[in-house]
């Protein structure tokens, strides 16, 4: 079972440049979020899905983009790199309608020089 | 706004020895309350969670959590701790009758096991 897929695991990007992280689920659920983690401060949500066609912001969306065409595909957009940018994202899914059990994907370290 | 406080960065326990991190919440209504473990370079993996009923839940692993409402608390507990339990664990809180993709973390408590 793949779950959910990340990719790539490991990118560097100089500050101005764009790029893509990608996040897929083969489990049909319909809640997808993007979360980074830094040392010290957990996880922050940065955007939720809650179904094809529906986004919302969590705590830290500056900076990013996210679009929800598909049920499997949740991919996030780095517009303009920051060095502030620089973390561990880490994308995760869920089928419940109240909070319920996340599923992660294994995430992506981004440096950004 | 739903909040959730870790006041523990790191705690260092013997093998064998009991265990108990603690979180406390904040968020107006019911909380939907979760433990979660992170593994070395790994994602997160769900341990227990609380949606209602008993206040002592039981997760995988052997660890339980006890939800408090007076004290605004979900602390996480295992009897006797395995050299396989060193990790990070992160407390998090849901809002009810929120998106399921909502979920707030604390920031995590690194959790040592001493031979």
């Known amino acids: 079972n793949a779950g959910v897929t990340q990719t790539p695991k490991f990118q560097v990007l100089k500050t101005g440049q764009s790029m893509t992280l990608q996040c897929a689920q083969d489990?049909?659920?319909?809640?997808m979020s993007w979360y980074r983690q830094d040392p010290g401060m957990g996880l922050r949500l940065i955007h939720y899905?809650?179904?094809?066609?529906?986004?919302d912001q969590g705590e830290v969306p500056n900076g990013y983009n996210v679009s929800r065409s598909t049920t499997e595909d949740f991919p996030l957009r780095l517009l303009s790199a920051a060095p502030s940018q620089t973390s561990v994202y880490f994308c995760?899914?869920?089928?419940?309608?109240?909070?319920?059990?996340?599923?992660f994907g294994e995430g992506s370290r981004l440096t950004v020089l | 706004a739903q909040s959730v406080t870790q006041p523990d960065i790191h705690i260092t326990v013997s093998e064998g020895a009991s265990l108990e991190l603690r979180c406390n919440y904040s968020y107006g209504a019911t909380p939907y309350l979760f433990w979660y473990v992170q593994s070395p370079g790994q994602g997160l993996q769900l341990l227990l969670k609380?949606?209602?009923?008993?206040?002592l839940v039981q997760g995988i692993k052997g660890f339980e959590a006890e939800f408090k409402r007076s004290q605004s608390s979900f602390n996480l507990r295992k009897p006797s701790v395995h050299w396989s339990d060193a990790a990070e664990y992160f407390c998090?809180?849901?809002?009810?009758?929120?998106?399921?993709?909502?979920?707030?973390f604390g920031s995590g408590t690194r959790l040592s096991i001493r031979p």
């Open positions: 998090a809180v849901g809002a009810k009758y929120s998106s399921a993709s909502k979920i707030i």
């Open positions: 489990m049909n659920h319909e809640y």
């Open positions: 899905s809650v179904g094809a066609g529906i986004t």
């Open positions: 995760a899914s869920s089928t419940d309608r109240v909070p319920g059990e996340l599923f």
């Open positions: 609380y949606f209602s009923g008993d206040t």
